[in-house]
Each structure stands twice: as C-alpha cells, then as structure tokens.
C-alpha cells in the first residue's frame, strides 16, 4: 500500500483546506486510515482516523474543526480543516492500517504517506 497526500498549502486564519489522501496498491487489506500532524519543534499528534466501515474518531481538542471522511470507491480519505488557525500550521501526515494473513498468521503494518503542509498566515 502506498500513500500519497495533497492540498496543503498558504490559507488565512479563519480560512478552510480539504487535505487528500489516496491509496493505491492492495487497498482491500486497508482496515483504517488516519490523519496526523507534526508543527515544528513538537511531536506527531493524531488527528482523527477512520475505519473502512465509517467509524471515526477524534483528537479531543480536534472535534470541533476537523472533518475526516472516507470515500471507499475513490481509496481516499479527506480532512476538512475549518476556522484554520495560525496554530495549525504543520506537516499532515496520514496513514493506514493494512491487515493481511499468511497461512493463517495475522499480519499488520503501518502504512504512512509523505505529508502535505499546511501554512496559516496573514
């Protein structure tokens, strides 16, 4: 499985973005997908992810700005970024979970694209 993210770039404060994330290779052992951030100078933190069958779920200081979605047939996840804030200027990453089994042995690995910036500026 391999990652690609886009639609970052320079947006105002208060402005909106929609982030992509598309999925290519054996898609169909994807079982969740997610989105993270990286500022500089500071750790990786989530930002929501969510499962192939719809379940979401959110960074609690996320809830209220941040949309994630899935559209299955196009293997891409989004993230609405509403009301952006100088503070949410970061590297967003996204990633999946790919879960496969080999003669009956579980397999898991984590999946993760190249991320896609995101600048809040006047």
């Known amino acids: 499985v391999q990652l690609q993210a886009s639609g970052g770039g320079l947006v105002q404060p208060g402005g909106s973005l929609r982030l992509s994330c598309k999925a290519s290779?054996?898609?169909?052992?994807?079982?969740?997908m997610g989105w993270f951030r990286q500022a500089p100078g500071k750790q990786r933190e989530l930002v929501a992810t969510?499962?192939?069958?719809?379940?979401?779920n959110y960074s609690n200081s996320m809830k209220a700005r941040f949309t994630i979605s899935m559209d299955s047939p196009k293997n891409t996840v989004y993230l609405r970024i509403n009301n952006l804030e100088p503070e949410d200027t970061a590297v967003y990453l996204c990633?999946?979970?790919?879960?496969?089994?080999?003669?009956?042995?579980?397999?898991?690995?984590?999946?993760w694209g190249q991320g896609t910036h995101v600048t809040v500026s006047s």
């Open positions: 969510i499962t192939t069958d719809g379940h979401t």
């Open positions: 290779g054996t898609v169909s052992d994807i079982t969740a």
């Open positions: 990633n999946a979970d790919v879960v496969w089994f080999q003669r009956g042995i579980r397999n898991y690995v984590e999946v």
